[in-house]
């Protein structure tokens, strides 16, 4: 287990970047499409138009493998120990965006203005507006491009009646969080993270309380 810096500077950073493409937030979940994310370039790059006729087909069967493990489904335990608690549905890093933001817009309201596009080129869907100021919302999703399918990146909440399978809410104390998820020094900005084997559950905690807990998928 490891602490991860970036998602720290991640979440600080997500509501102050520009609406850019991944379009508003519709007013009901059936016309909320999440955007499919642009394509990866692949990373071999042939010089002439003879080159990439000489792909043998090695590379093709290794793509083929490549394809067929990015889209295996994540093991059930590892979903259920990942997912978060939110006004009786679960929602894990490891789910499927589409459904997950479908179940997300039967039981909470989307946030005007969103999804928006990071720099990243990363999706932030928000619902649930706890405190727009603070950036705290009842669910947060960003997201990442998986072999051309956007994918979840991070899920996560600031509603201390959301809490994780460890039973760790916003408003816990940082005594309750260790003893659910082990001792750990955070990093400078209050964050803990704990890293399993396809994802990681991280947490914020100020004066020794959490104020958000969140899934994270690690296949990005």
Known sequence: MKKKTT???????????????????SESSSDAKAPVAEINEKADIYSTESDKEEKDDTDIEADEET????????????????????KGEKFSALDDLQASLDKAGSIAEPASGYPIEMETR???????????????WGLHFTSFDDNGKEAIMQVSSNDPNSKTSKGIHPGSTKDELIAAY?????DELGW???????YAMYFKVENDKVTLIGSENLAR
């Open 7 to 25: 998602t720290a500077i991640l979440l600080a950073t997500t509501m102050m970047l520009a609406l850019m493409g991944c379009g508003a937030a």
């Open 67 to 86: 394809s067929t493990e990015s889209a295996a489904p994540a093991d059930p335990a590892a979903i259920a120990e990942s997912a978060i608690e939110y």
């Open 122 to 136: 990363n999706c932030l869907y928000a619902f649930d507006m706890i405190n727009k100021e603070n950036d705290e």
């Open 182 to 186: 082990g001792e750990q020094k955070p």
């Open 192 to 198: 803990y993270s704990y890293e399993f084997d396809k």
